[in-house]
């Protein structure tokens, strides 16, 4: 089996997601290959038995790497076992609100590219300030403060929980 492990990526978190993916893949003797999106011009998806992508949200879109990739290979896609994992801070609290509001960014790409993911996990990325521009920043320490008071706003914290992740991919690749 050899799968396909793609991601597009804004700070970081989503590249690093794909790559702890991409090891324990190749841990469990499946031949992989790690496939940064926007540069996937000439891939050919029959060289592929599954596919995994992943990217992540911001101000409500996932990055245009991802949607041009699911839109131009979206009838393949469909045809194939493929897992999207969706990353974003929303993703790391439990406000219904935010919850919806994944949901929609969720219906919004399978809209806009005919992409419909074979199963579909919500991932909690991860808070970067040294990545960000200072408005970005400013924003990005707001946005902390309300949601993760114990937050240390002056370094970064990671959300995702790592071995939730190896199990879900485990029993994927498994199934
Ligand atoms: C400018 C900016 C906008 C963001 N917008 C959203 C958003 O709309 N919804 C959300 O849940 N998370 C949002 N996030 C959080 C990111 O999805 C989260 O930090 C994620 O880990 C980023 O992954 P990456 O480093 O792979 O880009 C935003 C982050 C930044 C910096």
Same mark, same amino acid.
């Given at each position: 089996?050899?799968?396909?492990?793609?991601?597009? %990526?804004?700070?970081?978190? %989503?590249?690093?997601?794909?790559?702890?993916?991409?090891?324990?893949?190749? !841990?469990?003797?499946?031949?992989?290959?790690?496939?940064?999106?926007?540069?996937?011009?000439?891939?050919?998806?029959?060289? +592929? #038995?599954?596919?995994?992508?992943?990217a @992540?949200?911001?101000?409500?879109h996932y990055?245009?790497?991802l949607s041009? +990739?699911a839109?131009?290979? @979206?009838?393949?896609?469909?045809?194939?076992? %493929?897992?999207f994992?969706s990353? @974003?801070? @929303?993703?790391?609290?439990?406000? *219904?609100?935010?919850?919806?509001?994944?949901?929609?960014v969720l219906e919004d790409l399978e809209a806009a590219t005919?992409w419909?993911p074979?199963?579909t996990?919500?991932? *909690?990325?991860?808070?970067?300030?040294?990545?960000?521009?200072? +408005?970005?920043? +400013?924003?990005?320490?707001?946005?902390? *403060?309300?949601? !993760?008071? !114990?937050? #240390?706003?002056?370094?970064?914290?990671?959300? %995702? #929980?790592?071995?939730?992740? !190896?199990?879900?991919?485990?029993?994927?690749?498994?199934?």
């Open positions: 089996m050899k799968v396909l492990v793609g991601y597009a %990526t804004g700070e970081g978190q %989503t590249r690093k997601i794909a790559r702890r993916i991409a090891d324990l893949v190749a !841990d469990r003797g499946r031949a992989v290959e790690l496939l940064a999106l926007d540069d996937a011009e000439h891939i050919a998806l029959q060289r +592929f #038995d599954r596919v995994i992508l992943a @992540s949200i911001h101000a409500g990055q245009k790497a041009d +990739f839109g131009r290979h @979206s009838d393949g896609l469909n045809d194939m076992p %493929t897992l994992l990353v @974003s801070l @929303s993703a790391a609290g439990h406000e *219904a609100e935010d919850w919806r509001g994944l949901q929609h005919g419909a074979g199963r996990e919500q991932i *909690a990325g991860a808070y970067r300030p040294a990545e960000y521009d200072l +408005f970005r920043r +400013f924003i990005m320490r707001r946005i902390i *403060a309300d949601k !993760d008071p !114990d937050a #240390d706003l002056d370094n970064g914290k990671e959300y %995702t #929980d790592w071995e939730a992740l !190896d199990r879900l991919i485990e029993h994927w690749i498994d199934g």
